[in-house]
Every structure is written in structure tokens, then in C-alpha cells.
């Protein structure tokens, strides 16, 4: 059983940035995949990126070059660094964890991952113009 648990989000101006943090307890570093969600008001819940258990990682086009996913494995803190933030980025943002064999298989769809995965209780974050 995966618990996760996301923090640090809040309200940025647009260009600023944020970096969300994700405890997780019975996350296995050689096993399981770590992704983050979105989801914002009226919409559906959409991938951002996944850090896989080899460490390599995969971004929505959306957030390439301004997002990066890192981990502390000492700490089982895995990180959502955003950069260049826009008022589009406003949601509340999730992570989740599955097998890194499901995760390379389903890629960032967000209706595979909450079939399968398990999840944070997220945090919002609110980018104003």
C-alpha cells in the first residue's frame, strides 16, 4: 500500500514559481513510477509529467521546459519544480504512484492512472494574472 501525501502549494503571480513536494510511505524507488496530475475547475484531470523508477522522466508539452520532477530518495520526497507559471496552470495539482511497467504503458492518461494508481489528497494551486 502507496500513501501519499502532496504539500506546497499556494497563490503565485504569472511568471513565478512554485515547487509542490510529495511524501510517499510504501513508495519502492525500483518499482513504482511517480506522476503528476492537474485538475482544474470544470475540467478534466490531465497528466503533467511521471519520473519513472530508472529516472528518467516525461512531461506534457504544456509544461516541458518550465516543469521538472526531481526526488529525494533519503527523504521519499519526490518534487514538482514549476517555473514561468501562467493562470492556465491554476488546479489543484495530485501525485500518483504506479508500477513503472503499467505507468510506461498508459503513458499520462489521467483515466488509466485513477483506474490504477494510488493517490494523494492533493493541492491547490492558483496562478493570477
Known amino acids: 500500500q502507496v500513501q501519499l501525501m502532496e504539500s506546497g502549494g499556494g497563490s503565485v503571480q504569472a511568471g513565478g514559481s512554485l515547487r509542490l513536494s510529495c511524501v510517499a510511505s510504501?513508495?519502492?524507488?525500483?518499482?513504482?513510477?511517480i506522476g503528476w496530475f492537474r485538475q482544474g475547475a470544470g475540467k478534466e484531470r490531465e497528466g503533467v509529467g511521471t519520473?519513472?523508477?530508472?529516472?528518467?522522466?516525461t512531461y506534457a508539452d504544456s509544461v516541458k521546459g518550465r516543469f521538472t520532477i526531481s526526488k529525494d530518495n533519503a527523504e521519499n520526497t519526490l518534487y514538482l519544480q514549476m517555473n514561468s507559471l501562467k493562470p492556465e496552470d491554476t488546479a489543484i495539482y495530485y501525485c500518483?504512484?504506479?508500477?513503472?511497467?503499467?505507468?510506461?504503458?498508459?503513458?499520462?492518461?489521467?483515466?488509466?492512472?485513477?483506474?490504477?494508481?494510488?493517490w494523494g489528497q492533493g493541492t491547490q494551486v492558483t496562478v493570477s494574472s
Open positions: 519520473l519513472h523508477s530508472d529516472g528518467t522522466t
Open positions: 500518483a504512484a504506479i508500477s513503472t511497467v503499467l505507468a510506461r504503458q498508459i503513458g499520462l492518461d489521467g483515466g488509466s492512472w485513477s483506474r490504477f494508481a494510488f
Open positions: 510504501g513508495y519502492r524507488n525500483n518499482y513504482h513510477s
